[in-house]
């Protein structure tokens, strides 16, 4: 009976093909005046918009953008699946600036192309040189292939949500590091009405009761994890980072930079108005300044309710109670097994690393002022390492050709002395760690206390990884270790470690590049 089976398996690879689709977008990068707050500011946009323009793809497509640089920055763009899009056989497409590629100069353009393939959900594209992505964002939305469904219920409607950073300054001053305190935070662009500017400008989101909503929240801040809650309403979470987890009910959400949620919003409450809110997670109160106000608004809006009455209000985590917020709905998430693209977690690690992550200080340049201890500035630190970003050739090139004096093959496994982080200083160099194709790494990230306790978010290029542990203090590597999930971990590409804590982290580097 060889005929029907043959017949079959061709059925099956025309219906895969049929279902596939080459997806394509223009992006204009040009400066336009923009107004979220109280006075005009020139900022880079695609498309003259802020957020950037959403693209929309199917499992199994064939994405092409092209880029037309109309600014006066040099750009390149880094996709999330992309931020996470496996860049699989096209590494050079994933738009880390002098990493992958040289930027993209004023006047010229490029074009991405890859394939999106294994992911499903939501994710983010941004700008990738030093701090142009505070402007330069937007969301990708991949939905399942053409006929099949969700692993949850179809929802009545589907809403991106994006968080932002505003600041009432000159981009150029962005490109300084560390970025100023931001002046706002904006939700779809929009800044609310904390601010008597633009309390006529804010996000609303029109609902009907009963009916349950897909929110595809994705924060692009800068450098701020943000918590999210909606008035008097319950939403329940079912993927993180475009991929799918065990449903899980919570009143509040936590994003660091970088992270996306898709979670199911029903509109079960009496027909009226309730805030949506964002505010910080601050969690290094030592060295960073919390401004007074942290909370930006949205609101959501019931069909048939009375525009003219108080909106319910929120309460959002504050004080210590962030710190237990944060590191409950981070870690109380996991994978939807069984689902689609779900991986088992591979038992047999070949590469273990332990990376100390955290600030450190760095000489200040000669002729300037820092703000760091002893006149020198902040810098963040792996293994007391901090990457000095090549000047003359991006890695991939240097590596595909065999270029000497780009970089160095000697990042450490572990800091040079474990366990003993009071050493101030870090070493600015380009190093890199070689990995062998197919091998499993497993990564034990310990955050440190040098400068500050700080919760910091740690994003992975080109995969998704399993996070199989979070926790406080020093991490033990004997009963930490009889604790790690290996069932049902969460799969991320962007992880937040906890402050003054640690996280463990492993993943194929079946991604050549």
Same mark, same amino acid.
């Given at each position: 009976?060889?005929?029907?089976?043959? *017949?079959?398996?061709?059925?099956?690879?025309?219906?895969?093909?049929?279902?596939? #689709?080459?997806?394509?977008?223009?992006?204009?990068?040009?400066?336009?005046?923009?107004?979220?707050?109280?006075?005009?500011?020139?900022?880079?946009?695609?498309?003259?918009?802020?957020?950037?323009?959403?693209?929309?793809?199917?499992?199994?497509?064939?994405?092409?953008?092209?880029?037309?640089?109309?600014?006066?920055?040099?750009?390149? &763009?880094?996709?999330?699946?992309?931020?996470?899009?496996?860049?699989?056989?096209?590494? +050079?497409?994933?738009?880390?600036?002098?990493?992958?590629?040289?930027?993209?100069?004023?006047?010229?353009?490029?074009?991405?192309?890859?394939?999106?393939?294994?992911?499903?959900?939501?994710?983010? +594209?941004?700008?990738?040189?030093?701090?142009?992505?505070?402007?330069?964002?937007? *969301?990708?939305?991949?939905?399942?292939?053409?006929?099949?469904?969700?692993?949850?219920?179809?929802?009545?409607?589907?809403?991106?949500?994006?968080?932002?950073?505003?600041?009432?300054?000159? @981009? *150029?001053?962005?490109?300084?590091?560390?970025?100023?305190?931001?002046?706002?935070?904006?939700?779809?662009?929009?800044?609310?009405?904390?601010?008597?500017?633009?309390?006529?400008?804010?996000?609303?989101?029109?609902?009907?009761?009963?009916?349950?909503?897909?929110?595809?929240?994705?924060?692009? #801040?800068?450098?701020?994890?943000?918590?999210?809650?909606?008035?008097?309403?319950?939403?329940?979470?079912?993927?993180?980072?475009?991929?799918?987890?065990?449903?899980?009910?919570?009143?509040?959400?936590?994003?660091?930079?970088?992270?996306?949620?898709?979670?199911?919003?029903?509109?079960?409450?009496?027909?009226?108005?309730?805030?949506?809110?964002?505010?910080?997670?601050?969690?290094?109160?030592?060295?960073?300044?919390?401004?007074?106000?942290?909370? &930006?608004?949205?609101?959501?809006?019931?069909?048939?309710?009375?525009?003219?009455?108080?909106?319910?209000?929120?309460?959002?985590?504050?004080?210590?109670?962030?710190?237990?917020?944060?590191?409950?709905?981070?870690?109380?998430?996991?994978?939807?097994?069984?689902?689609?693209?779900?991986?088992?977690?591979?038992?047999?690690?070949?590469?273990?690393?332990?990376?100390?992550?955290?600030?450190?200080?760095?000489?200040?340049?000669?002729?300037?002022?820092?703000?760091?201890?002893?006149?020198?500035?902040?810098?963040?630190?792996?293994?007391?390492?901090?990457?000095?970003?090549?000047?003359?050739?991006?890695?991939?090139?240097?590596?595909?050709?065999?270029?000497?004096?780009?970089?160095?093959?000697? %990042?450490?496994?572990?800091?040079?002395?474990?366990?003993?982080?009071?050493?101030?200083?870090?070493?600015?160099?380009?190093?890199?760690?070689?990995?062998?194709?197919?091998?499993?790494?497993?990564?034990?990230?310990?955050?440190?206390?040098?400068?500050?306790?700080?919760?910091?978010?740690?994003?992975?290029?080109?995969?998704? %990884?399993?996070?199989?542990?979070?926790?406080?203090?020093?991490?033990?590597?004997?009963?930490? *270790?009889?604790?790690?999930? @290996?069932?049902?971990?969460?799969?991320?590409?962007?992880?937040?470690?906890?402050?003054?804590?640690?996280?463990?982290?492993?993943?194929?580097?079946?991604?050549?590049?």
């Amino acid at each position: 009976m060889p005929f029907p089976i043959q *017949a079959f398996l061709i059925a099956l690879l025309f219906s895969s093909i049929a279902s596939a #689709a080459i997806v394509e977008h223009v992006f204009n990068v040009e400066d336009v005046v923009v107004k979220p707050l109280c006075q005009e500011q020139m900022i880079p946009s695609v498309n003259r918009s802020l957020p950037g323009p959403t693209i929309n793809v199917r499992e199994g497509d064939t994405l092409v953008v092209h880029v037309i640089n109309n600014s006066t920055y040099n750009i390149t &763009i880094h996709w999330y699946f992309l931020h996470g899009v496996f860049q699989r056989n096209s590494p +050079w497409m994933d738009g880390a600036n002098m990493i992958t590629q040289c930027p993209i100069q004023p006047g010229y353009n490029f074009t991405y192309r890859f394939d999106i393939t294994g992911q499903e959900g939501t994710l983010l +594209w941004h700008a990738h040189v030093v701090n142009l992505r505070a402007t330069l964002h937007g *969301a990708i939305i991949i939905r399942p292939r053409s006929g099949r469904p969700y692993p949850f219920p179809k929802p009545y409607k589907e809403v991106p949500i994006i968080f932002a950073q505003w600041w009432n300054v000159d @981009l *150029a001053v962005l490109q300084l590091r560390p970025a100023p305190i931001a002046d706002a935070f904006l939700i779809n662009g929009l800044a609310g009405n904390t601010y008597s500017c633009s309390k006529n400008r804010m996000y609303n989101l029109k609902v009907v009761q009963g009916k349950t909503y897909l929110l595809r929240i994705i924060n692009a #801040a800068l450098n701020t994890h943000l918590f999210f809650k909606i008035a008097n309403h319950n939403v329940t979470v079912v993927a993180i980072d475009a991929a799918y987890t065990t449903p899980y009910v919570s009143d509040v959400m936590l994003l660091t930079p970088g992270q996306t949620v898709d979670a199911l919003l029903t509109a079960d409450q009496p027909i009226g108005l309730y805030y949506m809110t964002i505010s910080a997670y601050i969690s290094a109160h030592p060295i960073v300044p919390v401004p007074t106000d942290r909370t &930006i608004n949205g609101l959501i809006v019931y069909e048939g309710a009375a525009l003219n009455t108080s909106p319910a209000k929120t309460t959002m985590p504050e004080g210590m109670n962030q710190i237990s917020t944060a590191h409950r709905f981070s870690s109380n998430i996991t994978s939807l097994v069984g689902g689609p693209h779900w991986t088992p977690v591979p038992r047999h690690v070949d590469e273990k690393m332990f990376i100390t992550m955290g600030l450190g200080l760095d000489p200040c340049p000669l002729g300037t002022k820092c703000i760091g201890p002893l006149g020198q500035r902040y810098a963040g630190s792996l293994n007391n390492r901090t990457f000095a970003i090549p000047q003359t050739l991006s890695l991939q090139e240097a590596y595909f050709y065999n270029i000497s004096g780009i970089y160095t093959d000697d %990042f450490p496994n572990q800091p040079p002395l474990k366990f003993d982080y009071t050493n101030f200083e870090v070493k600015r160099k380009t190093s890199v760690k070689k990995l062998k194709f197919n091998s499993t790494v497993e990564l034990i990230v310990q955050n440190t206390g040098i400068i500050t306790s700080e919760s910091h978010p740690m994003h992975l290029h080109g995969f998704n %990884f399993y996070v199989l542990g979070y926790g406080f203090g020093n991490y033990d590597p004997i009963n930490d *270790a009889r604790k790690l999930n @290996l069932v049902n971990p969460q799969m991320r590409n962007t992880v937040g470690v906890p402050p003054g804590g640690w996280v463990v982290l492993r993943f194929i580097a079946n991604n050549p590049g």
